[in-house]
């Protein structure tokens, strides 16, 4: 039986652990995000993301289907949008959509996706980050578990979204982005590492990226740069996580 997909039609759609709009949100779906589905119950519909692998349930009417060949199709050139917030024109009328989002790479204003035509309605900036002048981008943004967007975000969300900038594909969750990478003393450490953190039982529940000057940018309470010591981060002198490892990618 073939596969059957689709892609995000809204700027931010909320991904759920069951099919009620009470369930908690495990993650979140950006516009042009393609996902492949696998059950369809009354509203809602339960799909598995295609660039990570991430699983849980969405409004059925946030998406709009895609055939295979419609997908390699939007695949072939794909970028992610760096701007904050950038208004579109839809089928369905104007709409906005988030840093994060996936469009074109090339710098026409048109495109597709599917059946669909889109359209930007003003020029995109053209600003060259670093990885450290990206992630300060979100600064102060606020913390939402399962968020991936500009206007709420979780730790490994935020992460994710900074290394997916650089064509580092990285998984959704803290643990699951330990997984990757090589492991480096705390005395090696560079700007752009991974340093991950654990509970009492061991667990890595928390992530952040290391910065020059013994900093660490990360999402906690919202994003913010505390101080990264061989023990664990401080914030104001306070430790608040204690560090398990460090990753560079």
């Known amino acids: ?29 950006l516009f042009g995000e393609i996902v492949e589905i696998f059950e369809v119950t009354n509203n809602w519909t ?3 993301t295609y660039f990570d692998n991430y699983e849980g349930w969405t409004d059925t009417k946030h998406l709009i289907s895609l055939s295979e060949k419609e997908v390699s199709r939007f695949l072939d050139g794909l ?32 495109f597709k996706i599917g059946q669909n035509n889109f359209s930007f309605l003003e020029e995109k900036q053209e600003i060259t980050y670093s990885l ?19 206007f709420g975000i979780d730790c490994s969300g935020f992460t994710q979204q900074v290394f997916r ?49 013994s900093q660490i940018i990360h999402a906690s309470g919202q994003v913010k740069i505390d101080t990264l010591k061989k023990d664990g ?14 990753k560079r990618l």
């Open 46 to 48: 339960k799909i598995i």
């Open 165 to 213: 900038h650089f064509d580092k594909k990285i998984p959704r969750d803290a643990y699951q982005q330990a997984e990757h990478g090589l492991e480096i003393d705390f005395e090696d450490k560079l700007e752009g590492d991974l340093a991950f953190f654990s509970n009492t039982a061991g667990k890595i529940t928390h992530v952040g990226i290391i910065l020059n000057d």
């Open 1 to 29: 039986m073939s596969k059957k997909y689709a892609f995000c039609k809204v700027s931010i759609s909320p991904l759920r652990r069951e099919y009620s709009d009470a369930s908690e949100m495990v993650s979140q779906l």
């Open 132 to 150: 450290e002048s990206f992630a300060k981008s979100y600064l102060n943004t606020p913390y939402l578990w399962g968020g991936k967007s500009p």
């Open 79 to 110: 970028s992610i949008e760096t701007e904050l917030i950038r208004d579109i024109q839809t089928p369905w009328g104007k709409q906005i959509i988030t840093r994060g989002a996936f469009v074109p790479i090339d710098s026409s204003l048109d």
């Open 233 to 246: 981060i401080y914030s104001r002198e306070n430790k608040t996580h204690d560090l398990c490892l460090i």
